[in-house]
Each structure stands twice: as structure tokens, then as C-alpha cells.
């Protein structure tokens, strides 16, 4: 048996489902390698063990290792004029419809060379980790052409060798129409169907996810792409309902999706095929922020039908530039009416389970990966009470002191 590490006196949020939290007001975690091998009361640490490393935490709070199950961090440039555009009263989708917004990231994107494009990425993703962040998931879609979409799956991959992160890829090459292909939607679908076996055998894509929407893709068009996800074994996930009801959250969970994301415009029918499926919600409260969104999405229906909440920073230039996981966290509870244990429940256990992780991560509990976040806090509930700062302490990754 490998070394085993105690970490003493600490306020566990273990976020198991024993009580509110998972809470333990004088909680241990003992270590071993990169797994948890105990979690419990300090004074029920089994006896006879001789840990060979010892850490007090002198009573601070532990969580899960956070993590931001949708992001889009990877592209180049930035879109700080569109920004100014929308304030003086253009909107997203006319600037999209111009041949702006991601068209214009997509440019930005092929221009810039791997060296630039990792190192924006790093930059983004230590914003991140900074907070307690453990897991990411990384979507392309800035890309948009065999080359360039793999370019920045390869960027992803390196992140999570770099960086003491775990990173899950996912392919949005049905993120838009690119402009080589304009007024052939079909003709794109199809080509992106013969990419995705390429970029699979190269171990490039862990899921694959479309925006479903009147300037994304139609549903069947979706469906095609998420035939070809099938046929290679890769789970699904679909940006949907975010600007308009398209039925993309229905067809997803047919594809027994892992999530469906945004769904402001979500119905009902959409709601009952996400619970049967076990389909998470992912809400982006960045990206209905910074477009000025009214409508909210029915997070008191998704809560009755028994749909796990996940959270994300959707983070990306166009309509979510932000980079503070913890300020979602903050903008859930204040703007979709999430309670802070929900939200805090969106960035670990639901989070886990929206990138099929739920086995390994998440929560603290014996056999996950030693993965979390000691903060300078008293309770849990000041995770999304606080904004604008940061009381990550450090974290632990891998059994690590990162
Ligand atoms: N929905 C979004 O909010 C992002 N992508 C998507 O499908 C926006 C991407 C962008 O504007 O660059
Ligand atoms: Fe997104």
C-alpha cells in the first residue's frame, strides 16, 4: 500500500448527499497518491494507519475541486468592438447575421499560430484554477475547418499536460455556418461527419456538442452530427434553447445527452425528456448577463422534473468574456434564483456528471481522485456570496499541493 497523506481539522462540504453540504464540521481526508482513500470525522479515522505526511488546516473550509463543465477557451483575438456595437444598440444576432460574432473569432482564430493560441488558453485557464478550479471542459468551434478545429483540440490536450488540470475536449465544429461553405449548411454537416472519425482517432474529441439555433444549425442538421457522435461511441451535449425554442434539448436527450446548455427558451416537453434521460441543465448565467437576456431559463420546472443544475462560465469572446467561476456561482443564485448549495452543487457533483465524470470526480468521498479547494472562508454559502474576490487558499489536485 502506496503512502497515505492526512489532512486534518478541516470543515468538509463533501457535497455527498448525507446532509446539506455533505457537510462535517471536523472533518480528515486521508490521501493516497492521487486518490482519496478516506473521508469521515476526524475522530472516526480508522486506527493503525501511520500516514507518512500530516497537514493541520486549522479548521478552514474544504470543497470539491471546482469545476467549469462548459467553456470555449481556446481562440484567438477578442470581440471588445461587437461589445461597444451592442451598447449603442446592435444586437447579438444582427452582428452574427453581418458576418460578425464567432465568424469574426473564426478569422481571428485561423490567423493566430499555435504558440499564440496555447498561451492564451494557459492564461485563461490559471484564471481559472486561481479559484479553486480542478476540471475543465474545452470546447473547439472557432476552428471550423478540419485543420484549424483539430489545431485547438491539440491546444486543449496540452493544457492538461501543462497544467495540473483534467481537461475533457468536445468538438463544436457545428458551432457555425464558416464562410467557405455559405449557403451550403448541408454540405458543412456532411463534411464535419467525415472530420469527426479523423479527429477521434487521433484521441482528440471526449464529446461533441452543436448549437441548435436560427443562426446555428437546424435540428436536423443537429441530428446528423450527433448520428456521426454515435457511430464513434462519443457522447453528446448540445448548446440549446438559447436564443429561440428550436426542440434541440428534446432531440439531445434522445441522443441520451450528458447536457443540454443555456435553455432560456426551454419547454416543457424538453423538460420531461431531459429528466427521463438523466440530462443535465447546464445555466449559463455569463452569457444571459452580458447579452442582456430577459428571459429566464424555467429553472423551478427543471428543479420539479428532478433535472440536475450544473453551472459554467460558458466562458468565450462573444457573449460570456468572463473568467471567475465563482462570480457564476454568484450570478446563479442572484439571477436564475439558485440557492448556494445548488450552485455550489452545479460546479461539483452535477458539474461531474455533465462531463460523464461523475464516478471519479465531484465530490469528496473514498475513491475519487484526491482533487480540492481549501478556502479562507467560515461557511460554504459565502462561495456565492462574495463576488469580486478570491479566498481560494490553494488547492490539492491529484493528491498534490498545486
Ligand atoms: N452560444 C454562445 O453563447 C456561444 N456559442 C454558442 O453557441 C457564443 C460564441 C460566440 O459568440 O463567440
Ligand atoms: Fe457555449
Not at 457522435?229 to 439531445?252: N, T
Not at 481549501?374 to 462561495?383: A, G, K, S, T
Not at 463576488?387 to 490539492?396: A, D, E, K, L, Q
Amino acid at each position: 500500500m502506496s503512502a497515505l497523506t492526512l489532512w486534518r481539522h478541516a470543515r468538509l462540504a463533501t457535497m455527498t448527499t448525507t446532509a446539506p453540504w455533505g457537510w462535517i464540521e471536523r472533518g480528515a481526508l486521508l490521501t493516497q497518491g492521487p486518490r482519496l482513500h478516506w473521508v469521515g470525522p476526524e475522530a472516526d479515522l480508522p486506527a493503525g494507519l501511520a500516514p507518512q505526511a500530516e497537514h493541520d488546516l486549522g479548521g478552514a473550509l474544504v470543497t470539491p475541486g471546482l469545476i467549469d463543465c462548459h467553456t470555449h477557451l481556446v481562440y484567438g483575438g477578442h470581440r471588445a468592438r461587437e461589445f461597444e456595437m451592442r451598447l449603442q444598440g446592435a444586437s447579438y444576432e444582427d452582428i452574427a447575421r453581418a458576418g460578425g460574432g464567432i465568424r469574426s473569432s473564426v478569422a481571428a482564430t485561423r490567423a493566430a499560430d499555435d504558440a499564440t493560441l496555447f498561451e492564451s488558453a494557459r492564461a485563461r485557464a490559471l484564471a481559472l484554477m486561481a479559484e479553486g478550479v480542478t476540471t475543465i471542459e474545452v470546447k473547439s468551434g472557432y476552428g471550423l475547418n478540419f485543420d484549424d478545429e483539430a489545431r485547438c483540440l491539440r491546444v486543449a490536450r496540452r493544457l492538461a499536460h501543462e497544467l495540473p488540470l483534467t481537461v475533457r475536449t468536445t468538438s463544436l465544429a457545428a458551432h457555425a455556418l464558416p464562410p467557405e461553405f455559405d449557403g451550403r449548411a448541408d454540405d458543412y454537416i456532411d463534411a464535419i461527419t467525415q472530420w469527426l472519425p479523423r479527429w477521434h482517432a487521433e484521441g482528440l474529441v471526449d464529446a461533441v456538442d452543436g448549437f441548435c439555433e436560427r443562426i446555428g444549425f437546424t435540428v436536423a442538421q443537429t441530428r446528423c452530427v450527433f448520428e456521426a457522435a454515435r457511430a464513434l461511441g462519443l457522447p453528446v451535449k448540445l448548446h440549446a434553447e438559447q436564443l429561440s425554442d428550436m426542440g434541440g434539448a428534446a432531440l439531445a436527450a434522445q441522443f441520451g445527452a450528458l447536457s443540454c446548455d443555456h435553455l432560456e427558451h426551454l419547454n416543457a416537453a424538453g423538460i420531461e425528456a431531459m429528466a427521463r434521460a438523466g440530462t443535465v441543465a447546464v445555466l449559463l448565467p455569463g452569457a444571459f448577463y452580458f447579452l442582456r437576456e430577459t428571459r429566464l431559463p424555467p429553472v423551478t420546472a427543471l428543479r420539479a422534473a428532478g433535472v440536475p443544475l450544473a453551472i459554467a462560465s460558458d466562458h468565450n469572446p462573444g457573449s460570456s468574456p468572463g473568467l471567475s467561476l465563482l462570480l457564476m456561482l454568484h450570478m446563479a443564485c442572484m439571477l436564475f434564483r439558485l440557492t448556494p448549495e445548488e450552485a455550489l452543487q452545479g460546479v461539483t457533483v452535477h458539474a461531474s456528471r455533465a462531463l460523464g465524470l461523475a464516478a471519479t470526480r465531484g465530490s469528496l468521498e473514498a475513491g475519487k481522485q484526491a482533487d480540492f479547494a481549501v478556502w479562507e472562508l467560515d461557511h460554504p454559502n459565502e462561495l456565492a456570496y462574495w463576488f469580486g474576490r478570491n479566498p481560494c487558499r490553494f488547492v490539492v489536485r491529484a493528491g498534490a499541493a498545486r
